[in-house]
């Protein structure tokens, strides 16, 4: 629970840091209004760290950066037409080591919408207040004034925050008619921040969902990216399966709900994909704690059955197989990510671990040869670690038997590589002649030739290990002369 009291600490905390106190006295100085506003004063008062400093006051774009630019190391206007500065202020602690801080400031709002983009008339506003009923939710909607360190609240966002709902200032229809991106907003915060959405919130965001069809596809990525990253986004993504938004912009995941046959012979396909996503985070958490979240591991795991409604069959005694799901979602999951404008190299990896995510439980059923395991690491490449957590987090069996001898082997598996690599560097696995002593062994020139002789040659390495130049020259020849 959210003590109202500590709270009012932190933001006295936050507004008397090095940097903070610096820009408010600039700004005082100048006589201008200033008052840091949304995230940092929300994160502030639930104890979370504050990353980023963004500001709001009275003080018009070009008063703003005249009075940054005496105390900025580096500053942009690149958000000038929106009424935003942003600059990089610096100062000196205690002990004499300088830190610099971004900071952003922006001129009261005071925005129209028209209902057919999402794109706001910009004009400037007169009043803090103002500003602040126009935002998304009621706990981004406070501000906190500095130097004076008042907090304003117009629309009740301290009661939202401790009682941890999101409300909007505004009715939700009108909110989400004016910006529908808000509406992936709130799966986000829903995620982030562990709180819920008020009923009317969730309704309006079932009957404006078809909205979000004039939000471009990259900030629908940029916010699904953001839900992904948080630590717990089993919350956001059922928020949007629940609401049908999700069947707008990520319409393989609610298509995971597959009826279940009267045997339940299958389990639930759509359950287990959000609980192979939070063991994936799991794993990626322990394994590299503290560092930036994997959006291409998370991804695969979200994505790493979508093959299934496209391949499930129904067999003799109501058996349920879906047979080379894992090459069909390797496809979809790639045809998503294009349409969400991902990168080609996020597309191309994440599509590679849904495609390789079966590859394993042929292992638990029975020891690999060297040669498999070779094989293994080749066609995972750079993700091959990403692939280990992927294919642990995908067992999420209650058969503690069944969970235990799945994890025993991939141990082993594990285990095996570790040693090969030790023995043959096999990350990096190469034949043992390379494309230019193939062709002075065979007296060809650069050709089809030469690239079918390194494959053969290859593929002998994966399955033998290492020849030596010698062996591999005169298996070479016996092999070109049997062609």
Known sequence: MVSVAESLVRLQDLASSPVVARVASAFAEAGYELALVGGPVRDAMLGRTVSDLDFTSNASPDQILAVLKPMASAWWDVGRDFGTIGAKVAVT?????????????????????????????????DTLEDDLRRRDFTVNSMALRIPEITLVDPSGG?????????????SPEVSFGDD?????????????????????????????????SIVSPERIQAELGKLLATDHPRAGLELLVDTGIADLVLPELPALRLEPDEHHHHKDVYQHSLTV????????HSRHPGEAPDLVLRWAALLHDIGKPATKKTGPGAAVTFYHHDLVGA???????????????????????VELHMRFFGYSEGVWADSAVRRYVRDAGPLLERLHML??????????????????????????IVELQEQE?????RPDLDGNRIQEVLGIA?????????????????????????EATRRLLDWWSSR
């Open 93 to 125: 602690d205690d002990d004499g080591v300088e830190h610099a801080d971004t900071v952003e400031i922006t001129t009261y709002r005071a925005d129209a919408y028209d209902g057919v983009t999402r794109k706001p008339v910009v004009a400037f506003g």
């Open 158 to 170: 301290v009661e939202d925050l401790v009682a941890h709902l999101l409300r909007t200032p505004s």
């Open 180 to 212: 529908p991106l808000r509406m992936l907003r709130a799966a986000r915060f829903a995620s982030q921040l562990d709180f819920r959405p008020t009923d009317d919130v969730i309704e309006a965001m079932e009957e404006r969902r078809e909205t979000i």
């Open 277 to 284: 996503l939070e063991q994936a985070i799991g794993y990626e």
């Open 331 to 353: 496809k979809l999951a790639k045809k998503r990510l294009t349409a969400l404008r991902y990168d080609g190299d996020t597309i191309k990896s994440v599509a590679r671990l």
């Open 391 to 416: 294919v642990r987090a995908d067992v999420t069996t209650r058969n503690r038997r069944k969970a235990d001898r799945l994890g025993f082997a991939y141990d082993d598996l594990e285990q095996r």
């Open 425 to 429: 560097e096999l990350e990096s696995v």
């Open 446 to 470: 650069p050709g089809r030739e030469v690239g079918e002789a390194y494959r053969w040659l290859l593929e002998l390495r994966l399955d033998e290990g290492p020849l030596g130049e010698e």
